[in-house]
């Protein structure tokens, strides 16, 4: 889905929409390695899955759900919390979003964005 590689352009307007719930700018923290279980990213898989069905049948509110949940089981994939971000956003959930793209955002950083088109 185009609209979820464009996290960038969604914080923007997420802040420009709910400006009190912005905050002084910090310097965003490059995570710690967080090990995962074999189990934990195996439910993840099977999350996305779930939610990628979710999202072709047009299901906005459950793909959201899932790519949170897989979120939840694997927090350093970025991937998952940027899905679930875009996909708060795209729901209305302001409030869920706003940290949903804090978590991305030092994830991508920390991949350096090397898979992103130039």
């Known amino acids: ?14 802040l420009l929409v709910a400006p009190s719930m912005a905050v002084a700018a910090e310097p965003a923290a490059v995570p710690a390695a967080v090990k995962v279980s074999a189990q ?3 439910q ?8 990628k069905k979710a ?3 047009g299901n906005a509110e459950q793909a959201y759900a899932d ?4 979120h939840q089981l694997v927090p350093s994939d970025r991937n998952h919390v940027h899905n679930a ?5 795209a729901l209305g959930k302001t409030d869920q979003a706003l940290p949903l793209f804090k978590a991305a955002l030092p994830l991508a ?6 898979d992103h088109p130039k």
Not at 85 to 89: D, E, G, I, N, R
Not at 109 to 114: L, N, V
């Open 1 to 14: 889905m185009k609209a979820l590689y464009h996290s960038a352009a969604l914080a923007a307007a997420l």
């Open 40 to 42: 934990a990213k195996s």
């Open 44 to 51: 993840a898989d099977k999350l996305v899955v779930q939610a």
């Open 55 to 57: 999202l072709a049948a």
């Open 67 to 70: 790519y949170l949940k897989a």
């Open 85 to 89: 971000a875009s996909l708060a956003m």
């Open 109 to 114: 950083i920390a991949a350096k964005t090397t």
